[in-house]
């Protein structure tokens, strides 16, 4: 049984810092490429990052392009979100999605979610 | 970017009725990467549609995906009271992969 369970969000002030965390299971994670995507409260879903299954692509919305990192660790089967300079408009649950279909170009779509960590920045 | 619009905003129907919900595309999508997710209350989106018309593993044939050109259609024909929960639509046959602002189907 896949399962993704995201860790990390809090709340945070304008321009600090979280990195997020997916603890993965029940499928080959090195195999698959991974993505965040966020939903504003009682708002619809943005995708944020996305990774290639070999790390060697990363892909950015432009909204957090240069605040944002995404990486993943195989062996230890997670993957992670650097949040810099973090805006009240990153609001937001996250969730870490598996994609089942992948390019290097960064298309992508998903076929198993977590239940997501919330981030809230506010002063 | 694609921006993919979703209509009607909410659709509210009795069990049993047929539900047609619409996305369209503000330009060609290519090779009908679409996909179709569902969305109930504090749970996270479940993957229905992928490629438009495929169903996800475990989805019932009541729901299906079609294309016309730009306009892509998710249809349930005998609605449950189960289906209550907001949909959306997801491209992902360019980058950035968008979604739709998503359709509420409510269950009178």
């Known amino acids: 049984e896949v399962q993704l369970l995201e860790s990390g969000g809090g709340l945070v002030q304008p321009g600090g810092s979280l990195r997020l965390s997916c603890a993965a299971s029940?499928?080959?994670?090195?195999?698959?490429?991974m993505s965040w995507v966020r939903q504003a409260p009682g708002k619809g879903l943005e995708w944020v990052s996305g990774?290639?299954?070999?790390?060697?692509?990363?892909h950015y919305a432009d909204s957090v392009k240069g605040r944002f990192t995404i990486s993943r660790d195989n062996p230890k089967n997670t993957l992670y979100l650097q949040m810099n300079s973090l805006r009240a408009e990153d609001t937001a649950l996250y969730y870490c999605?598996?994609?089942?279909?992948?390019?290097?170009?960064?298309?992508?779509?998903?076929?198993?979610w977590g239940q997501g960590t919330l981030v809230t920045v506010s002063s | 970017e694609i921006v993919l619009t979703q209509s009607p905003g909410t659709l509210s129907l009795s069990p049993g009725e047929r539900a047609t919900l619409s996305c369209r595309a503000s330009q060609s999508v290519s090779s009908s990467y679409v996909a179709w997710y569902q969305q109930k209350p504090g749970q996270a989106p479940r993957l229905l549609i992928y490629?438009?018309?495929s169903r996800a593993t475990g989805i019932p044939d009541r729901i299906s995906g079609s294309r016309s050109g730009t306009d892509f259609t998710l249809t349930i024909s005998r609605l449950e009271p189960e289906d209550s929960a907001v949909y959306y639509c997801q491209q992902y046959g360019s980058s950035p992969p968008t979604f739709g602002g998503g359709t509420k189907v409510e269950i009178k």
């Open positions: 990774i290639g299954g070999n790390i060697v692509r990363t």
């Open positions: 490629g438009a018309i």
């Open positions: 999605a598996k994609g089942y279909y992948y390019d290097t170009s960064g298309r992508m779509a998903f076929d198993y």
């Open positions: 029940g499928f080959t994670f090195s195999s698959y490429a």
